[in-house]
């Protein structure tokens, strides 16, 4: 990696953890570059929230080191606290005050001024579209809005550094996007964001670089892109109008399989400009045209289920959308 320390917003290594003898964190170890999105992707009780718990100081690792900022997580937990911010599971909105004055209680607990804190509440309420509902009781809010008003309350002592644990569990997919969005935008912004999700689009849709935590290891890194050429599973398809030409191409092309009701077929390929232009030449040279050709690559939902031998949740695979390109 070529990235100097002090580009890092967040440094790991060796982090253990175990509750009596469960060991929940195994010896894990990631950086983060400033400005960026990483995500740390597990299924239910991998350990990712218990990650996010000693990266913001609320618990002690039991082994391991871990700089924020450039900040040692132990030596210096206060300076740490101050470019932090985390947005959990449990949210910290209070549900008997209104949205506003979650916000200006916030603005409080960070000393600003009265006028300032007033300032930021109003133009947080405005980012995030929360004008509306600013007075009314924050247990009136949809699920989504809860969500905005936990991050914007966040937002009010401007970390550099969010966490944002699981933070579209639960949401209908138009909050969903609402929330990436979001997310986008803080980064934009030069935010670097550690997202913890049990989605595989979510990762896909946002993360820099994804790390797949299982079984309190890290068992795989990389971009979405080369996480998903750890696994096979992509592919060419051909599809054809005229059964003739369909009957030519699968005589000719013995390592295709065949979809005999469909008229198509399906050739090993990993997707590269290489493999494709091989198969078009052939195509060409032999004087066949297909109707329709179009590559799959595999999805993260491969990826997971191939490290770590457990099934996708079924949201996730309902929500993801077919990857094929096709022409
Ligand atoms: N305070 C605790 N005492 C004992 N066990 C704990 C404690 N906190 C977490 N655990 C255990 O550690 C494991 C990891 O929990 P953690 O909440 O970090 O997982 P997670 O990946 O965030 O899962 P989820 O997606 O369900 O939130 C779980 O088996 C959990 O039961």
Redesign the pocket.
């Known amino acids: 990696m070529t990235t100097t320390d002090h580009t890092l917003a967040i440094a790991a290594t060796g982090l253990r953890k175990a509750?009596g003898d469960?060991t929940?964190l195994d010896g894990i170890d990631f950086q983060v570059p400033a400005g960026t999105i990483f995500s740390l992707l597990?299924p239910?009780?991998?350990?990712?929230?218990?990650a996010v718990s000693i990266l913001s100081t609320l618990i002690s690792a039991d082994a391991g080191q871990a700089r924020i900022a450039g900040h040692d997580l132990t030596a210096e937990a206060h300076a740490v606290r101050g470019v932090i911010g985390v947005t959990g599971?449990f949210s910290a909105v209070d549900g008997l005050i209104t949205g506003e004055e979650n916000m200006l209680l916030m603005a409080d607990l960070h000393h600003l001024s009265r006028r300032e804190g007033r300032q930021v509440t109003a133009d947080l309420l405005e980012r995030f579209d929360l004008v509306e509902a600013a007075k009314k009781p924050a247990s009136t809010y949809s699920g989504g809005m809860k969500r905005r008003l936990d991050i914007a309350m966040t937002l009010v002592g401007n970390p550099r550094i969010i966490f944002l644990d699981?933070p579209t569990t639960g949401l209908d997919p138009r909050s969903r996007h609402t929330m990436w969005q979001i997310i986008r935008e803080l980064v934009s912004g030069g935010t670097t964001v550690f997202l913890?999700t049990?989605y595989l689009d979510e990762a896909d849709e946002l993360a820099d670089r994804i790390a797949v935590l299982n079984g309190g290891r890290i068992v795989a890194q990389g971009s979405a892109a080369e996480l998903k050429r750890l696994v096979p599973g992509g592919h060419v398809r051909l599809r054809f109008a005229d059964p003739a030409a369909y009957e030519r191409a699968a005589t000719a092309l013995r390592e295709a399989s065949r979809d005999d009701d469909a008229l198509s077929l399906q050739i090993p390929s990993d997707g590269s400009q290489r493999e494709l232009r091989a198969v078009l030449d052939w195509l060409d040279a032999a004087g066949i045209e297909a109707d329709e050709l179009s590559v799959h690559t595999p999805d993260l939902d491969d990826v997971f289920f191939a490290l770590t031998g457990s099934s996708v949740p079924a949201q996730t695979t309902a929500q993801t959308a077919d990857k094929e390109t096709a022409r």
């Open positions: 509750y469960k929940v597990g239910n009780g991998a350990g990712k929230t218990t599971q699981e913890t049990q």
